[in-house]
């Protein structure tokens, strides 16, 4: 990985989609049944019409629900909305019942929040799991599916708000769900389980939880029905390449890409195909990194172009494929010494960055990105308005970045190197100086066990002795413990 290169933008993450609205015990379908009793009971012309029972209610919230949903018919919902809602409360009385009402409230809730987006409804789908859960007798059959709406929600509500305790109690919910007996589906509460995991690696860097996302996942996969198995293999080859990227544990890129290029043959969709060959292309390229072999870069620029070109211009997904080519374009250009794939690979960064918000979390990586790609146009041409380009491209990408930035280090290392190359051609010691402040922040801002310490390291002392070189003094102005203002320290670090 080079430094300018950021943990890849995973746009198309791992899923965690809500289960088909359905009841745990199949009542539904009693709904019609009585409605052929009532019928049969006319026919016989009997004069007593039967009184229909608060049963025969819950049923009926379940049918408009499971038909509204099924149909996208948000007016639909609703109706289901107020039924089931003065269902529940006429059956207070009996808390197994009611339950089951609030469940249903609860799925008519969530299906009118995926419906329209609006937030309120996610909060009302919280609020009648929560209770369906509350009331719930401990041996009921359907207890597993109210634990598991209440964790689903949750997660959905850890997505809109990033409060970790949502997910934290996600997670609870969804490891109780696995404990209990019923007409669970093993493999999606276990894939399930292993999205919150995932979800909150990403929020506490905590590899426990990576590890463990990864060992249900592997689980999930041979329990899943074919329909499924592909986009959980997809989702393993996400969390290996991840855990990748954490430890360098080539075996896990190995994995993910075996796992890659089998759900490649058992995806059906046109869609989740292209997904998948992105999530490929990336793999490729990550091992290309580590390995040097060609194919694998030369495979990966190929699958880009391929996935490219199923995408639409306003494809949300497409900004951040047209980076993912233009870098590995550069690579394949640092090769040979190609201008042309450079060329190509400057334009499509270009064009990501026009598709980039100002303050997209993107921003910066693609602003350096394209920085760095000048700098290789200098080092082919010795054009000076190529490394003028570099610099201000780093110095937009460093004002993007945050001050507690966990990549700001990187920017001000990256803006002072390339301030030093433009010193040693123009031989302004503005540059110089500014090279030496930049790298002397840089150091400042990270442990002497992150990776960058000895990047900064070497551009500070390499700095420090073209000043010396330069004045005949070190430049005093920017002191710091490590560095002695005798000129034999810096020359030994050099040296040695």
């Not at 719930?136 to 599916?145: I, M, N, V, Y």
Request: net charge negative; hydrophobic share 40%.
């Amino acid at each position: 990985m080079t430094d300018t290169e950021e943990e890849r933008c995973e746009s198309v993450s791992k899923g965690n989609a809500p289960e088909e609205l359905s009841t745990e015990d199949g009542r539904i379908s009693n709904a019609s049944s009585n409605e052929e009793a009532l019928s049969q009971n006319v026919s016989d012309g009997s004069n007593c019409i039967p009184q229909r029972d608060i049963k025969d209610d819950v049923d009926e919230a379940w049918s408009m629900t499971v038909a509204a949903f099924q149909s996208s018919n948000v007016a639909g919902l609703k109706d289901a909305i107020i039924f089931a809602g003065n269902t529940a409360d006429a059956c207070r009385d009996d808390p197994a019942l009611c339950s089951r009402a609030m469940d249903c409230l609860g799925r008519a809730h969530a299906a009118v929040f995926d419906e329209t987006g609006e937030l309120e409804y996610a909060e009302k789908a919280f609020e009648a799991w929560q209770e369906a859960v509350n009331i719930c007798p401990p041996t009921d059959p359907g207890r597993h599916c109210r634990l598991r709406n209440l964790a689903y929600i949750l997660h959905v509500r850890f997505e809109l708000t990033a409060d970790l305790d949502d997910l934290d109690k996600s997670i609870t919910l969804k490891e109780e769900v696995l404990t209990l007996n019923g007409p669970c589906d093993q493999s999606h509460d276990l894939d399930t389980l292993s999205v919150s995991l995932y979800a909150r690696f990403q929020v506490t860097a905590d590899l426990t939880d990576l590890d463990r996302s990864i060992v249900l996942s592997e689980e999930s996969i041979p329990l899943a029905n074919p329909t499924d198995r592909a986009e959980r293999m997809r989702g393993l080859a996400i969390a290996l390449g991840t855990r990748f990227n954490n430890t360098a544990r080539l075996p896990d890129l190995e994995r993910g890409i075996s796992l890659l290029e089998q759900a490649l043959i058992l995806f059906q969709s046109a869609i989740s195909r292209r997904d998948c060959l992105a999530e490929l292309a990336t793999a490729l390229s990550n091992r290309y990194e580590e390995t040097r072999n060609v194919v694998d870069l030369d495979r990966s620029i190929a699958l880009y172009e391929e996935v490219l070109a199923l995408c639409t211009p306003t494809h949300i997904d497409r900004p951040s494929l047209l980076t993912r080519l233009a870098e590995a374009l550069r690579n394949r250009s640092r090769l040979g010494k190609d201008i042309a794939y450079l060329d190509r690979a400057i334009k499509l960064e270009e064009e990501a960055l026009a598709l980039t918000p100002p303050s997209h979390v993107q921003q910066p990586r693609r602003l350096s990105n394209l920085a760095w790609m000048y700098s290789d146009y200098f080092d082919l041409s010795k054009n000076p308005d190529h490394l003028d380009k570099c610099i201000a491209l780093h110095e937009q990408a460093l004002h993007a970045r945050l001050p507690e930035g966990v990549k700001r280090p990187h920017s001000l290392a990256n803006l002072a190197h390339s301030l030093r190359t433009r010193f040693h051609h123009k031989s302004n010691i503005a540059d110089l100086d500014r090279a030496i402040e930049l790298a002397h922040l840089a150091l400042e801002s990270v442990s002497v066990h992150h990776p960058l310490y000895s990047g900064c390291l070497d551009v500070l002392s390499l700095a420090q002795l073209d000043h010396i070189r330069v004045t005949s003094r070190p430049d005093s102005s920017h002191s710091w413990s490590v560095f002695s203002s005798d000129p034999s320290f810096v020359v030994a670090y050099y040296v040695f």
